[in-house]
Nanobody
Framework: VQLQASGGGLVQAGGSLRLSCASS????????MAWFRQVPGKQRELVAL???????DYADSVKGRFTISRDNAKNTMYLAMSNLKPEDTAVYYC?????????WGQGTLVTVSS
């Protein structure tokens, strides 16, 4: 299985972006899918996750601003980001897991200018 993240870019503070993560395999097989982000010198952190039953959870720093969703028919996960802040600047990685496997996408850079 390969995950392909896309949708990153440069946006001004207060703006919006939508990230996509396309899977080469059936997304319905994943127990959960998630978005992580990482800035240089810091650990990768969980931003949001969504389970196979579409239950979602978010990091406190993005609650109310980001929305995670998945479309199993399109084998794609999304992260809608609004009211972006400079501190959201990072490389965003998508992740998908089954009971026995853990998959990562290549990352997409989000840069929020002040």
């Amino acid at each position: 299985v390969q995950l392909q993240a896309s949708g990153g870019g440069l946006v001004q503070a207060g703006g919006s972006l939508r990230l996509s993560c396309a899977s080469s395999g059936s997304a319905a097989n994943f127990n959960y899918m998630a978005w992580f982000r990482q800035v240089p010198g810091k650990q990768r952190e969980l931003v949001a996750l969504i389970t196979s039953s579409n239950s979602a959870d978010y990091a406190d720093s993005v609650k109310g601003r980001f929305t995670i969703s998945r479309d199993n028919a399109k084998n794609t996960m999304y992260l809608a980001m609004s009211n972006l802040k400079p501190e959201d600047t990072a490389v965003y990685y998508c992740n998908a897991r089954t009971w026995g496997s853990n998959y990562w996408g290549q990352g997409t850079l989000v840069t929020v200018s002040s």
